[in-house]
């Protein structure tokens, strides 16, 4: 049986404003791969990726 979700401060992600120009570019930075796995769902393999970096602004 599914419960109802309770709302916890803690599960919020705090997220930099994202900055974009007048011709509506950002700045990205490199993104360092950590791990790299195929997960299998199923009869379905989706590549999983956990990195470091992304996008700023």
Known sequence: MLRK???DP?????CEP???DENLSYAEQPV?????EVKTLRNKEIPW???YG????
């Open 5 to 7: 979700y309770v709302p």
């Open 10 to 14: 803690s599960h919020v992600v705090d």
């Open 18 to 20: 994202l900055e974009i």
């Open 32 to 36: 360092e791969v950590l791990a790299r």
């Open 49 to 51: 990726l956990k990195s």
């Open 54 to 57: 992304g996008i700023t602004g």
